[in-house]
């Protein structure tokens, strides 16, 4: 991947990130009662995106759905956890496989990221 794609990938990440916001109250987990909802899955593609980076593009995904998750608010920021359909990029016809990602995101855009991507057994 190009330096510059990735630096606009990354921004543009960023931003929509930023302006997440949770619904639920601080310190409860509340479902997400639309996963096709933009924000949600700017998270979920920002997740596998991250998974990507940090496997250095050696077997990249994307996404493919969103199929459920959950909202965790707290003081300085929110939590979403996933459950996201992948394939393998350079297969389109896929549907993919099941994988939990949790992504966090910081109210004040001082922290974030993600804290985990794995396959669901």
Do not use: C
């Amino acid at each position: 991947m190009k330096p510059i794609t990735f630096l606009v990938a990354i921004t543009t990440v960023a931003v929509v990130l930023s302006t997440a916001r949770a619904t639920s109250s601080p310190g409860t987990w509340q479902p997400i009662k639309n996963p096709n909802d933009f924000r949600i899955r700017m998270v979920a593609e920002y997740a596998v995106f991250m998974h990507n980076f940090k496997t250095e593009f050696k077997h990249p995904l994307r996404l493919v759905d969103v199929d459920s998750g959950s909202i965790h608010q707290f003081k300085n920021g929110v939590i979403y956890t996933l459950i996201v359909s992948a394939a393998q990029a350079d297969n389109l016809s896929s549907k993919g496989s099941l994988y939990q990602t949790a992504v966090r995101v910081s109210l004040d855009r001082t922290a974030g990221g993600l804290i985990y991507f794995m396959p669901v057994m």
